[in-house]
């Protein structure tokens, strides 16, 4: 059974580091697009940073420059790190993983493009 476990959320200043990390079991490769959403208390889940199997990478307008998304294969790992970091940015993080092609490049950001899910770690930033 396919598992996706996040690890690495916690609570930073502004202008701070983070980096979460995404384990999967099963194997990276049989998955055609990975991903990071988010989810802040009222809001809707919103799409972060997404990496193709090839290695193309995808940000929201709102993270680009400060985070960066990448996957290691030897040990079945997508990671978000994250810098310079904003109490806007404070919301659960998911991994999510789109094993059938339903990301494409118009539906990257819809959270019905993935079929894999993890638990979610928080992060929290404070002013």
């Known amino acids: 059974q396919v598992q996706l476990v996040e690890s690495g959320g916690g609570s930073v200043q502004a202008g701070g580091s983070l980096t979460l990390s995404c384990a999967v079991t099963g194997g990276i490769d049989s998955y055609y697009c990975m991903g990071w959403f988010r989810q802040a208390p009222g809001k809707e889940r919103e799409g972060v940073a997404v990496?193709?199997?090839?290695?193309?990478?995808h940000y929201v307008d709102s993270v680009k420059g400060r985070f960066t998304i990448s996957l290691d294969k030897a040990k079945n790992t997508v990671i978000l790190q994250m810098k310079v970091l904003k109490p806007e940015d404070t919301a659960m993080y998911y991994c999510?993983?789109?094993?059938?092609?339903?990301?494409?490049?118009?539906?990257?950001?819809?959270?019905?493009?993935?079929?894999?899910w993890g638990q979610g770690t928080q992060v929290t930033v404070s002013s």
């Open positions: 999510a993983a789109d094993s059938v092609g339903r990301a494409t490049r118009r539906t990257l950001w819809t959270a019905d493009s993935y079929n894999d």
């Open positions: 990496i193709y199997s090839g290695g193309t990478t």
